[in-house]
Nanobody, 126 residues
């Protein structure tokens, strides 16, 4: 059973960079055909897919966040990470890492994901 755990600071100042890491257990992030994503939920709003890294290392981003988002991985630690630059209070949200066996090129909504971390609250102060 794949398990995911987010970690990172819970408070970030406006204009700074938000950095989160997802540690994966029970499976490898290089497992064929698996897709590993970051998804967030702002207060009072729905889930928003931010981007993904495929088992081979290719990355895919939401068009609305592409200019500010970077997803990378450390295969030696079985972790993948999110960096979101130039944050504003509108980036305040619960951030989730998630996984699916759907190919990354198709897995651009939260509905595809069946493995989820517990989520971590990130607040951006003005």
């Amino acid at each position: 059973q794949v398990q995911l755990q987010e970690s990172g600071p819970g408070l970030v100042k406006s204009s700074q960079m938000l950095s989160l890491t997802c540690t994966v257990s029970g499976g490898s992030i290089t497992t064929n055909y698996y897709t590993w994503s970051w998804i967030r939920q702002p207060p009072g709003k729905g889930l928003e897919w931010m981007g993904a890294i495929a088992y081979g290392g290719s990355t895919y981003y939401s068009p609305s966040l592409k200019s500010r988002t970077s997803i990378s991985r450390d295969t030696s630690k079985n972790q993948f990470s999110l960096q979101l630059s130039s944050v504003t209070p509108e980036d305040t949200a619960v951030y989730y890492c998630a996984a699916t066996s759907v190919p990354a090129v198709l897995a651009d909504t939260h509905r595809h994901y069946n493995y989820w971390g517990q989520g971590t609250q990130v607040t951006v102060s003005s």
